[in-house]
């Protein structure tokens, strides 16, 4: 049985600009009762500074109760 999770998530921004999701929607699937490393990397773009030095401060996942982290990173 397929069961499907939809999983949100925020950046936290701080400069001028707003940070923007150049890949919109993306997926993964997973096994259930698997434990996994990484499942999925996420990734936004901030254009606030120089190439290399501005860089996405926070990832959140805003829909509650859900058994993922992600971290600064993005995975």
Known sequence: MLCREAVHIEVED???Y????????????VVEG???DEIIRVE???RDGADG???ICRYHIITPHVPFEV???GQ
């Open 53 to 55: 030095v501005s860089r």
């Open 18 to 29: 707003s940070p923007t999701w150049p890949h919109g929607y993306m997926s993964a699937d």
């Open 34 to 36: 698997r434990v996994y």
């Open 71 to 73: 971290n600064a990173n």
């Open 44 to 46: 936004a773009i901030d």
């Open 14 to 16: 701080v400069n001028e």
